[in-house]
């Protein structure tokens, strides 16, 4: 009986958060190949982040396994979204109650 060698798998690295260029390196140093459905020109990409990658990190897929990389977010996904005004409103005064109130600097200094 004659058995065939198991390809090797390798793990997907995280890819979320790097720019384009350091993508397509850290997938190619793994032996990965990368794929960006929302850019054509993906290739010539160089600044763009990655928001979201297929398969997660830490899978573990054969050698030479297309992973997706997308650097848009998809309709409601992600984004910061308004963060103002924020609810509670903090306190007022901070700093202004601990400190006191300016004054001249040189006579702070002579004392």
Sequence with gaps: MRTTPKT???RVPRLVGLMAVDA???????GLLLAAPDRPDFQRA?????V???????AEV??????YVWFDFAEGEGGG???EPRV??????????????PGDAFETIGR
């Design 62 to 67: 054969p050698v030479d396994s297309m992973v």
């Design 81 to 83: 979204g308004v963060r």
């Design 8 to 10: 090797p798998d390798v």
């Design 24 to 30: 397509r390196e850290t997938a190619r140093a793994r």
């Design 88 to 101: 509670p409103r903090p306190p007022t005064g901070g700093l202004q109650r601990e400190l006191g109130e």
């Design 52 to 58: 979201r990658q297929y398969p997660q990190p830490g």
């Design 46 to 50: 160089v600044v763009d982040y990655v």
